[in-house]
């Protein structure tokens, strides 16, 4: 059986989320609706002639896209080359599902517990953006003080109790999380949050996104972001930002894994 790892593109407008779902129905259980690591699979159990599982590096929700998402499988087929993977999974995957690499990977590599860092990247629109813009990015229709998000982010760093930017539904034990870089940017008249930690709660780059506009928007700075930050306190938080700009951009399997 050969570790294959996936590099995997998607658009995720028309996909509940990356995460199959599944219910139970009578003696059978089935997938209620369309997610990315379902479709997938079914096209590697279609090339594999049995069923075969999926592990991604990690979840993205309803609406969210990925232009690097990373996932392993096991394959028990030793006369394919692993690049041949790419063109049969993509004849098979609907156009907002791409195959983008596949390489083979250790037996103890798994696309969640190795990954060491997760990069996303939120995309906003300043001016008036195309109709072929509006499904990948969140229309601002103003041009906000990057400086000054600079300055608030700037404390983005380190070990951070994030609970202020965790949802209610939220599961995870520990609201603490590694955050090794936060910055924006403009490219031409989109601005560009670009974030990269060990893991991230729930919804918490959105949250992250919303707040930080909010903010510049009321004109409030640093000092006031870093007091709702330690407050751990959601309820003084800002918006949440939506869906549409968000895409995981990379993960990477390099450096040391730090644990939430």
């Known amino acids: 059986m050969r570790n294959i790892l996936l590099t995997i593109s998607y658009d995720g407008t028309d996909f509940c989320g990356w995460q ?21 699979e079914k096209a590697l159990t279609k090339l594999h002639k049995q069923p ?7 979840r993205t ?19 394919i080359s692993v690049k041949n993977y790419i063109p049969a999974l993509n004849s098979q995957l609907s156009k907002d599902i791409r195959i983008l690499n596949a390489e083979e990977k250790p037996q103890d590599f ?8 997760r990069t996303y990247r939120y995309y906003m629109h300043c001016g008036s953006p195309l ?30 109790d994030c609970t202020t930017f965790s949802a209610i539904r939220d599961k995870s034990l520990s609201k603490h999380r590694y955050l090794q870089d936060a910055y924006f940017f403009m490219e031409g008249e989109k601005l560009v949050f670009q974030i990269s930690a060990n893991a991230f709660l729930w919804r918490m780059v959105r ?10 928007q009321k004109q409030f700075d640093i000092h006031y972001f870093e007091e709702v930050l330690h407050s751990c ?19 990477d399997f390099s450096g040391k894994r730090m644990h939430p």
């Open 207 to 216: 949250s992250i996104t919303g707040t930080l506009l909010y903010f510049e």
């Open 20 to 40: 199959k779902q599944l219910e139970q129905k009578g003696d059978i259980v089935i997938s209620t609706v369309r997610t990315v690591q379902d479709e997938i």
């Open 61 to 79: 929700d309803s609406g969210v896209h990925a232009a690097a998402q990373a996932a392993n499988f096991f394959s028990p087929i030793d006369s």
């Open 110 to 117: 798994n696309a969640r517990f190795s990954a060491t860092s």
């Open 52 to 58: 075969t599982v999926l592990c991604g590096s990690g």
């Open 233 to 251: 306190n959601r309820l003084k938080a800002g918006p949440t930002a939506p869906s549409t700009g968000l895409f995981l951009w990379k993960v």
């Open 131 to 160: 109709a072929t813009e509006m499904r990948y990015v969140w229309p601002l229709f103003r041009f906000p003080n990057v400086t000054k998000l600079n300055s608030m982010v700037s404390c983005l760093r380190g070990e951070i």
